[in-house]
């Protein structure tokens, strides 16, 4: 069974730019979590998704925000980009509920604000 | 504001000892916990979880939950160099601790 895949795996991009990443969850996998890692903060929750909707949302301003689509491909868009956004986001898929279900995580984009 | 704890380390063992990673969390109404993995570059992977108090152990790996003292631990047996890691606690289940990197020394 195929894993969690993120494209694109790197990405430049200079303020006041807006960027896409896009998530294809394991195969039957209805939920989609989306994650920035930062080596100051950590791991912190953006939002999940479940059957094209917003489930759970994390502290995160308006600037990031995601979809999905009916095949659970996930997008996430961050606008006007800012130098502090420069991360890992993650993302992670799971059967239907993250508290209980495993979540398997993608390998990650790794965003770069100039 | 649900909040994860953990000490960041790094945490050094000798080859062969027992790691204990410790997690603390302020919700008192989360039922379960993860315990990821996370290789330096790479994505975190499930290795435990948890969802009663007590102990629960899976190989070399045992995780303890105390849900009156809100402490979640995990517990690395003769612990080799290639568990040399960062160590992620997860409340239900968006909620990750900071992590604590394990370095294990030949």
């Known amino acids: 069974k195929a894993g969690v895949t993120q494209t694109p795996r790197y990405l430049i991009k200079t303020r006041g730019q807006q960027v896409t990443l896009s998530c294809s969850p394991i195969s039957g996998h209805r939920s989609v979590s989306w994650y920035q890692q930062t080596p100051g903060q950590g791991l912190q929750f953006l939002f999940e998704?479940?059957?094209?909707?917003?489930?759970n949302k994390g502290n995160f301003p308006g600037r990031f925000s995601g979809r999905q689509f009916s095949n659970s491909r996930s997008e996430m868009n961050v606008s006007t980009l800012e130098l502090g956004d420069s991360a890992l986001y993650l993302c992670?898929?799971?059967?239907?509920?993250?508290?209980?279900?495993?979540?398997?995580f993608g390998p990650g984009t790794r965003l770069t604000v100039l | 504001q649900k909040e994860v704890e953990q000490n960041s380390g790094p945490l050094s063992v000798p080859e062969g000892a027992i790691a204990s990673l410790n997690c603390t969390y302020s919700?008192?109404?989360?039922?379960?916990f993860f315990w990821y993995r996370q290789y330096s570059g790479k994505s975190p992977e499930l290795i435990m979880f948890i969802y009663s108090n007590g102990d629960k152990e899976d190989g070399r790996f045992t995780a303890q939950l105390n849900k009156a003292s809100q402490y979640v631990s995990l517990l690395i047996r003769d612990s080799q160099p290639s568990d040399s890691a960062t160590y992620l606690c997860?409340?239900?289940?968006?909620?990750f601790g900071s992590g604590t990197k394990l370095n294990v020394k030949p």
């Open positions: 997860a409340a239900p289940s968006f909620y």
């Open positions: 992670a898929s799971s059967l239907d509920l993250p508290s209980t279900d495993t979540q398997y």
């Open positions: 919700d008192r109404g989360s039922q379960s």
């Open positions: 998704y479940f059957s094209e909707t917003q489930r």
